[in-house]
């Protein structure tokens, strides 16, 4: 079924209302409301600085907002017990540490931990959710390496298996691609869009390329200064205009040839009005 076309998705209801998140006496997000698709990819960009992380940790409840709430399932996230949120909503910061020696099946099976009681131990479930996480993210055969021997796409794709193990309909990823090269960040954006198709996990993402935020986001969300500037499909978010408005960059904006989603192509200082649609850009705006 084509990602255009997907029915109506029903699953965990996640939304911000009235946002205002700070550190210490800086405000970096002020009186931000957002509602995530259930069941769909949606994808945070923005300038360094604009706030998309630290929303990222207010809707992992990392960290407390000063004004405004989260609600997961239509329940405030602070006053949820820790392990029944662990259980919904999981969330992969940016370069995770393992420690030294610690093997890709014990990363991935610490994913186990909030289902699991002092009466409720390590149970066949979890063995069940630890393999199905290692096959689904192509990490069987490298289970028993240790992490820091680990390349780093395949130290990337364990982090993932763990949260996969995790088994919550909600996974938040906070630049799951940084560092990585070109091949290993489309590798690791194709496991992401596949747990969502094949396992309906709804997942936020933050990006900093704009092309492959197009590519393989239902729901994208801009932001500038802590605010929304824009929100819906790629191709509804993704203008010149837009592009201009939140990164301070002149740019054309076409039509990928491969996915057909908008496609942005930046206008250097070196560049401007030197090539045909530059040309046409630029008498247009004057």
């Known amino acids: 079924m084509s990602r255009k076309h997907q029915a109506p998705a029903e699953g965990p209801t996640l939304r911000a209302e009235s946002l205002r998140l700070a550190y210490d006496d800086r405000i970096v997000v002020e009186d931000l409301d957002l509602e995530i698709p259930a069941g769909r990819v949606t994808v945070i960009v923005g300038a360094n600085a604009c706030g998309k992380s630290t929303l990222l940790r207010a809707l992992a409840r990392l960290l407390t907002p000063r004004a405004g709430a ?28 393992a420690p030294e020696g610690l093997t890709v099946v014990d990363l991935v099976g610490r994913g186990r931990s909030p289902h699991q009681t002092w009466w409720r131990q390590w149970s066949s479930a979890d063995e069940q959710a630890v393999h199905e996480a290692l096959r689904a993210t192509a990490m069987t055969d490298l289970a028993h390496r240790a992490v820091d021997e680990l390349s780093g796409g395949q130290r990337q794709r364990a982090w993932i298996a763990m949260a996969v193990a995790q088994g919550t309909p909600v996974m938040l990823l906070d630049e799951p691609t940084t560092y990585l090269d070109l091949a290993h960040q489309i590798d690791v954006l194709d496991l992401i869009t596949d747990l969502n198709r094949h396992q309906g996990r709804t997942v936020v993402m933050v990006l900093h390329d704009l092309n492959q935020a197009c590519r393989y986001a239902d729901h994208m969300v801009a932001m500038k200064a802590g ?9 509804k978010v993704v203008t010149a205009q837009t592009v201009e408005e939140v990164f301070g960059l002149r740019c054309v904006v076409g039509e990928d040839p491969v996915s057909a ?3 942005v192509v930046p206008m250097g200082r070196h560049h401007e009005g030197t090539g045909p649609a530059a040309v046409a850009v630029t008498e247009k705006a004057g």
């Open 261 to 263: 989603t908008p496609m």
């Open 227 to 235: 605010r929304i500037v824009a929100e819906g499909a790629p191709a």
């Open 70 to 97: 989260v609600h997961l399932d239509g329940r405030s996230v602070h006053s949820m017990p820790t392990r029944a949120l662990a259980q919904r909503l999981g969330i992969l910061p940016q370069s995770p540490v």
